[in-house]
């Protein structure tokens, strides 16, 4: 759905190509987490943890390892620095790091494919029109006003596009609730459409879960900017209202910053310095400024622990199938699946010439769950059923690198003796 609604408006507003219209059944595959578009040469990258470039396409193309070592060199992409900074958005690259704009990767791989049919480009200037797709089919007043593709169509199917929240999930969140803690919803989707999501995977009651709920929060911005640059507002029939001074009672509110819900957390607590965990499933707009910007605990869902054949601990081998989590079987559906074209999330081997020794190191991705997240989960529902005061292992420099991943590791960065061979 998110690549239709993309290329649908690429082809009827901005002239592209129809075949963009028509998606063959496999090549969905193209789509991996981690993956930066160099928007200008219309490549798209996959990083090591020092930058360098370890597998790379032009457009949807897988480019060799001569091509990658003859356009990248065995130094650090020229833009790392800034990207390693989770600087996503700029004229010359974009990061793709959660589901809601991933399909966008494989629509500008085979933009760069079709604009090469017709002579290949010297430097490629697509990226403003998709920045217009994806603003036209999300943009704040799109699911009021029935525009685009996206909205319209998760509106009359919801049981097309929504899994419900496990039952499991729902009653941790009552116990959480009932320990005292205080529950937040943070959401950069608009009042509208989260009421639509909420009603649909948790239920009419879905406000009596949480004590103060943040919609339009345009993360990470939320985190970064001040309350003068970005204050809270009260809304009315999903309308934004006056801007508030401060935020003074638990409730339900749009934008704001976590300065001043902070010093609504402190008076709610009646402590000096409340311990906030955030659950987030993108690290460029929820781990990573949830950390830096406000020193927050992170807990990040990371569905490839599921594609990566997590490896189950010897003790529950012997244990029957109906008491392992959901998580620990081997049919896993989209996306779990590891990509064929950009291999593991979690490691990869360096590009070199025939014959080279081969060499695995891990992924940039990987080294940013190690150093922004507390703890990395496939989903809530692996830890649902855990007592409530459950002591997790976290990711530390005093930890291993694989610490911090519950119930286990991938695989792929276990040592070789206990990991799967690479094909």
Not at 93 to 109: E, K
Not at 267 to 280: A, H, I, N, S, W
Request: glycine residues 6%.
């Amino acid at each position: 759905l998110i690549y239709d609604s993309f290329a649908q408006y690429m082809v009827a507003e901005k002239g592209y190509d129809k075949d963009l219209l028509t998606l063959a059944p496999d090549s969905l595959d193209f789509c991996c987490k981690g993956l930066v578009l160099d928007i200008e040469e219309g490549n798209f990258l996959k990083l090591a943890e020092d930058g360098t470039v370890l597998r790379a396409s032009h457009g949807t193309k897988s480019m060799t390892s001569e091509e990658i070592l003859e356009t990248y060199g065995r130094k650090e992409w020229k833009h790392f620095n800034t990207v390693s900074g989770m600087v996503s958005r700029s004229a010359k690259y974009y990061l793709y790091d959660n589901y809601f704009d991933l399909p966008g990767a494989l629509l500008c791989a085979r933009v760069v494919d079709s604009l090469d049919q017709h002579n290949r480009q010297k430097k490629y200037d697509f990226w403003k029109d998709m920045v217009a797709a994806v603003q036209h089919n999300y943009k704040i007043t799109a699911f009021k006003e029935d525009c685009g593709t996206y909205f319209p169509e998760v509106k009359n199917n919801p049981d097309k596009y929504l899994q419900r929240c496990p039952e499991s999930v729902k009653k941790w969140l009552k116990q959480l609730k009932s320990a005292g803690k205080i529950l937040l919803l943070i959401t950069s989707s608009h009042s509208d459409y989260c009421r639509l999501l909420c009603e649909h995977i948790i239920g009419n009651d879905f406000e009596e879960y949480f004590d103060v709920v943040i919609t339009n929060a345009l993360k990470p911005g939320f985190f970064s900017h001040t309350p003068n640059q970005r204050p809270f507002r009260t809304l009315e029939n999903d309308e934004e209202q006056e801007a508030l001074l401060s935020l003074d009672k638990p409730g339900w509110y749009s934008q704001g910053n976590a300065t001043q819900l902070y010093e609504l957390l402190k008076k709610m607590t009646g402590k000096l310095d409340p311990q906030v965990v955030y659950f987030g499933d993108s690290m460029h707009s929820d781990i990573f400024p949830a950390r830096h910007y406000s020193n927050w605990e992170t807990v990040l869902i990371l569905e490839e622990l599921l594609g990566d054949k997590v490896a189950v601990p010897a003790e529950t081998e012997s244990e029957p199938l109906e008491k392992k989590g959901k998580y620990e079987g081997d049919q896993f559906k989209p996306p779990y699946f590891v990509s064929k074209q950009w291999g593991s999330f979690f490691v990869d081997r360096l590009p070199g010439l025939e014959n080279a020794e081969e060499t695995f190191v891990h992924t940039w991705s990987s080294k940013c769950i190690g150093t922004y997240s507390t703890i990395a989960i496939p989903s809530l529902e692996a830890i649902a059923g855990l007592p409530l005061d459950y002591r997790f292992t976290r990711f530390s420099l005093n930890n291993s690198a694989t610490a911090g991943y519950y119930p286990s590791p991938p695989r792929a960065l276990l040592p070789n003796e206990e990991s799967v061979t690479m094909k």
